[in-house]
């Protein structure tokens, strides 16, 4: 459980407070004492840096970009404010490559560390990841991609996979991965908006020691999607699935022609589109959201550098698939210098050591992953600090779902007794984090020691006035560079507006419930809207009735997220078909039709038959008035309901006690 309040933590001593040593040579403190030179200004402390940070933006992320070296041309205005979030500018005059800011190493050094369970591993230097993105940079080229255009991957997370990715953005064009365990439908409700210019997939891929077969799905796919495919190897036959599509080559072929040369890139404006990320889906099809080049690489040096103390040549690790948002965070790590440690498949297999088995044989210094693996490796009783030497790694940070109070303990306890813990928070939206670690503070039991420098982080209450004590809407009021750009097809701007602003006027609204603490860290207590969270993978609602309700037996579907054992669990109501009853075939059924239709992350915990499903007075389902129900809280406007009596059958049920 979460804190009820702040009052708890306040009862506690930190579990880890950050060294002298470690607070002088952090890099947030020579940042520190190089804006004060610069500015002639004095900070009593770190919350008055952030203080500053937040009220001199341009100042501040010009001081990121000189303190961080970004290659390009800065240009002489930093920011140009217009009065709405939205229209706020960062280096308005600016021009980069953010692959050129990459794929700023070169020699024999290692770039990246790869394993596939313990199906595959490599190793590739910083010579050896240009001279792969050079040969792909000229593949793509002399297909025609250039500026603008998008490329699709559904791809593992392979170190051909960041290669491919640095090609597309050298060339101006823009990037959007999934990951393979996506059925054909999530797959196209993502890449068929976006019409790419070329899909990349992979021939099969590895999890829990069985090979997985994805050929055809990538023939269906690629049939609907009508673009040139690229077929990368990894756990299958790429020349077979290639020979079989009607546009198909395999990633030799697509490269053969071209010898490593010296690489080109693009610069462009800071504003250039670089990713598309896509939201969740709760209400439809996920929307596609766009992050800029420069915003996202002056974030994520700034979350790297400062937040987390990277130095170059330390070893980065993130458990992350590339269809989550993190995946994205990690391979920036090149940008400071990071050796990037890559995994893909199970955490659990072939036990649930091989995580920090790689951990002692690479050398991680920070070692990313989610609330639910932490907490599942304290229910396993696997206890690293026993069993693995970790004696370079320093930080640990946890995000996806909140950290559990007693998750912060099984860290020190369990895993090292002088790490730093960051929970971070923020989401596909930034493409970043809103609140995180900071190495000049201690860390407190159950808390996020902070928010993000250069962020105007706060939590309202209902009427948009700044709460302290009690829990609140997460905000941000001031605009900051990691905004999105737009959402794909978009062109008025609605729906981005009325995902963030539709709630206060001219204010970020993020939709986590939050709380800041008397240590002035935060606790987030969740999810405010109406998105899934299970195990700390954000899904949407509306992929899941795509696929149930297409299944005779059921009229009619309803899905929520309900709190449970210190994370949240899928549970999924059904409206049966006159005659129809929920046996456990029928269970079995449908949670197959989800697995292979969306995605193994969609399966419910828990399915549920109901009589009816209340509904607005214009037809919609009322997820977020059931969640509320079954969590024994008042519904606020019945009236809008069209059959309100419907409500109480979710009340109670004896189903979700267990």
Sequence with gaps: ????????????????????????????????????????????????????????????????????????????????DEGHMTQTRFFPQARLNFAENLLRGSGAGDAILFRGEDKAEARWSHDRLREEVSRLQQALAALGIGEGDRVAAMMPNL??????????????????????????????????????????????????????????????????????????????????????????????????????????????????????????????????????????????????????????GEKLFYFTTCGWMMWNWLVSGLACGAVLCLYDGSPFYPDGRVLFDYAESAGFAVFGTSAKYIDA??????????????????????????????????????IKPDVQLASISGGTDIVSCFVLGNPLKPVWRGEI??????????????????????????????????????????????????????????????????????????????????????????????E?????????????????????DDDVRVVLFVRLAPGVTLTEALEKAIRSRIRSGASPRHVPAKIVAVADIPRTKSGKIVELAVREVVHGRPVKNKEALANPEALDLFADLPALKD
């Design 544 to 564: 899941i009735y795509n696929q149930v309700e297409q299944m005779e037996e059921v009229a009619e579907a309803l899905c929520i997220g309900q709190d449970f």
């Design 377 to 414: 490796v304290r229910k396993a009783e696997i206890v690293p600090a026993q069993s693995h030497d970790l004696s370079q790694l320093r930080l640990v940070t946890s995000t996806g779902s909140p950290l559990s109070p007693e998750g912060f303990s099984f860290v020190y306890q369990g």
């Design 159 to 312: 170190p051909e996979t960041l290669a491919l990715m640095l090609a597309t953005a050298s060339l101006g064009a823009v990037w959007s991965s999934c990951s393979p365990d996506f059925g054909e439908q999530g797959v196209l409700d993502r890449f068929g908006q976006i019409e790419p210019k070329l899909f990349v997939a992979c021939d099969g891929y590895w999890y829990n020691g069985k090979r997985q077969d994805v050929a055809d799905k990538v023939a269906a796919i690629a049939g609907k999607l009508g673009c040139p495919v690229l077929v990368v190897p990894y756990a299958g036959d790429a020349p077979a699935l290639a020979a079989r599509l009607a546009d198909g080559r395999t990633l030799d072929a697509f490269t053969a022609p071209f010898a490593p040369a010296p690489l080109s890139f693009v610069r462009l404006p800071f504003s250039h589109p670089l990713y598309i990320l896509f939201s969740s889906g709760t209400t439809g099809v996920p929307k596609c959201i766009v992050h800029s080049a420069g915003g996202t690489l002056l974030q994520h040096l700034k979350e790297h550098r400062f937040h987390c103390s990277i130095e170059e």
């Design 1 to 80: 459980m979460q804190p009820d309040s702040v009052t708890h933590a306040a009862t506690e001593a930190p579990l880890w407070v950050p060294s002298p040593e470690s607070i002088a040579k952090a890099p947030l403190t020579r940042l520190m004492a190089h804006c004060a030179a610069r500015h002639g200004v004095h900070f009593a402390g770190v919350d008055a840096f952030q203080a500053w940070s937040v009220a001199e933006r341009g100042l501040f992320w010009e001081a990121v970009w000189d303190f961080c070296g970004v290659i390009g041309e800065k240009g002489e205005t930093l920011l140009v």
């Design 449 to 542: 020691q902070g928010p993000g420098l250069g962020l105007a982080v706060d939590v309202f209450d209902e009427n948009g006035h700044p709460v302290r004590g009690e829990k609140g809407e997460l905000v941000c009021t001031k605009a900051f560079p990691s905004m999105p750009i737009m959402f794909w097809n978009d062109p008025e701007g609605t729906k981005y507006r009325a995902a963030y602003f539709e709630r206060f006027d001219n204010i970020w609204c993020h939709g986590d419930f939050a709380e800041w603490t008397l240590h002035g860290g935060l606790i987030i207590h969740g999810r405010s809207d109406a998105t899934l969270n299970p195990g700390g993978v954000r899904i949407g609602t509306a």
